[in-house]
């Protein structure tokens, strides 16, 4: 009796003491009441996850040291990169939407605008491996590899063996994993590539059963930079399923992009900064930013984000390029759980008489990310935006376009989650061309997707509601 007497008191004193630190924390309110939720229904269970998933007070202690080599490489980047100012965007006159862009990200997220660049879009994962498979055997000086995913299957070996391959002809060859999207490599596979030359390393390896707040911090950038003159960033990991080769999974729609010119400096700078805060290794020679020939005339900003940042720069970028957009808002995202400003901007624009288009996930690739999406489709539907289901597989794609003008891929979707936890990187084109590209695989996938009816869709199952609602209360944590 006095036992369990005992250890209700414990419980109820844990609860309001782990309910009190989330309470004084200031976090967003949404995530507050979610916290509070999980501890009162689940308080042992709600209490270990907030242990591994909740806690923000290390990060500014966490990522401390990472700032120390973005220092350095802020003057090397100065040198090699020619910054246009900002009166010189698209040489329009008078304050313009695309100038606050530019400032924006140059105070955020030191993003310098380049000029001289290429930008080219992959649509699927054929053109994405084909592309980076000529890159990589190009290579002759160095190859930047840093993925969320990479999976031991028939592509993830091929490209280990062209790695390995490389490495033994004298090519600097690093590779960079998320601890926890790689975690199913097998030992041997890592081995192999060691063995071979390859360096590899893992951004916040998952090593159960001790168990961290890290474990909330995850690497999704998908970068690749080859000799300081290519790169390649967007949607896709390395595995068979973005080239549709899985039967389970079916046909998979993505977006990619292989970029050239000045924009690959900054790429190279993100992945310089990833590896100096894992391995403590300064790369620090001009070799990495070498002198570029002359490419193209794109427009383009790489901006990264995450939660070593002052600012959430990306949800900024998606904010304000919403916020301004003028005539239309075109938009491809698989996880769509917005927060109140990114809301409030579709809203907004859709109530002014813009067109404003949706393509989400028809065909759900989990369960929970699915039903929380849902239930933003009444309040969106109301105001005006044209929401449509993907219907041909698997929509992965992350893309924005505004206005014709102004073009968004990368890796960051419309979530909480790469707005503030994920490490993510997204580039922003300003070029009509680009931006017509992306309209054509937009158009394209249209047909594939069914138009969500209001008139249909507000007289839903009773239990479509509850799951739509269930999933948003949780939709913060995710």
Not at 70 to 79: A, F, G, V
Not at 292 to 304: H, N
Not at 417 to 433: G, W
């Amino acid at each position: 009796m006095w036992t369990v007497a005992i250890l209700l008191l414990m419980a109820v004193v844990v609860l309001l003491l782990v309910g009190t630190v989330i309470f004084l924390e200031n976090r967003n309110p949404e995530k507050t009441v979610a916290w509070m939720i999980v501890l009162i229904v689940l308080p042992v269970v709600g209490f270990m996850l907030y242990l591994v998933f909740g806690r923000n007070a290390r990060k500014s202690k966490l990522f401390h040291h990472k700032h120390i080599i973005d220092n350095q490489l802020k003057k090397m980047l100065r040198e090699q990169t020619h910054r246009v100012t900002e009166e010189d965007v698209l040489h329009h006159g008078g304050e313009t939407r695309e100038q606050r862009l530019v400032r924006l990200l140059l105070n955020s997220a030191y993003s310098p605008l380049t000029t001289n660049n290429r930008v080219r879009v992959l649509t699927d994962g054929a053109s994405k491996f084909e592309e980076l498979f000529h890159a990589l055997e190009q290579a002759e000086h160095h190859i930047h590899f840093e993925y969320y995913i990479f999976k031991e299957d028939e592509i993830g070996r091929d490209i280990q063996r062209l790695l390995i391959q490389k490495a033994r002809r004298g090519v600097e060859v690093r590779v960079l994993l998320d601890g926890l999207g790689s975690r199913q490599i097998s030992r041997d596979f890592l081995d192999d590539l060691s063995s071979g030359g390859v360096q590899v390393e893992y951004f916040f390896p998952v090593k159960f059963p001790f168990l961290t707040s890290r474990l909330n911090f995850r690497n999704h950038r998908k970068i690749v930079v080859i000799d300081g003159k290519v790169g390649f960033l967007g949607g896709m990991n390395i595995g068979d399923e973005y080239l549709s080769r899985k039967r389970e999974i079916g046909f998979w729609r993505d977006t990619h992009l292989v970029l050239e010119g000045e924009c690959v400096h900054r790429m190279q700078t993100i992945f310089l900064n990833d590896w100096y805060f894992i391995t403590r290794q300064r790369i620090e020679d001009m070799r990495y930013y070498p002198e570029l020939e002359a490419v193209g005339d794109q427009y383009t900003q790489i901006v990264a984000s995450g939660p070593d940042s002052n600012w959430e720069s990306i949800r900024q970028v998606f904010f304000t390029a919403l916020a301004t957009a003028r005539n239309k808002v075109y938009i491809e995202t698989p996880y769509f759980i917005p927060d109140e400003s990114i809301s409030m901007a579709l809203k907004t624009a859709a109530l002014s008489g813009l067109d404003v288009r949706l393509i989400v996930q028809g065909i759900p690739e989990y369960q929970l990310t699915y039903w929380a999406s849902r239930s933003y489709f009444e309040e969106l539907l109301q105001a005006g935006v044209k929401i449509y289901k993907y219907q041909k597989g698997i929509l992965h794609a992350k893309v924005i376009m505004v206005d014709d003008e102004i073009g968004i891929v990368g890796s960051a979707n419309m979530d909480i989650r790469s707005f503030q936890l994920n490490f993510e990187a997204s580039a922003l084109v300003y070029d009509r061309k680009f931006v017509e590209r992306l309209a054509e695989d937009f158009q394209r996938d249209l047909l594939d997707s069914q138009l969500v009816e209001w008139e249909s869709y507000r007289v839903r199952k009773l239990s479509d509601r509850f799951k739509e609602s269930g999933a948003r209360l949780l939709s913060p944590l995710l």
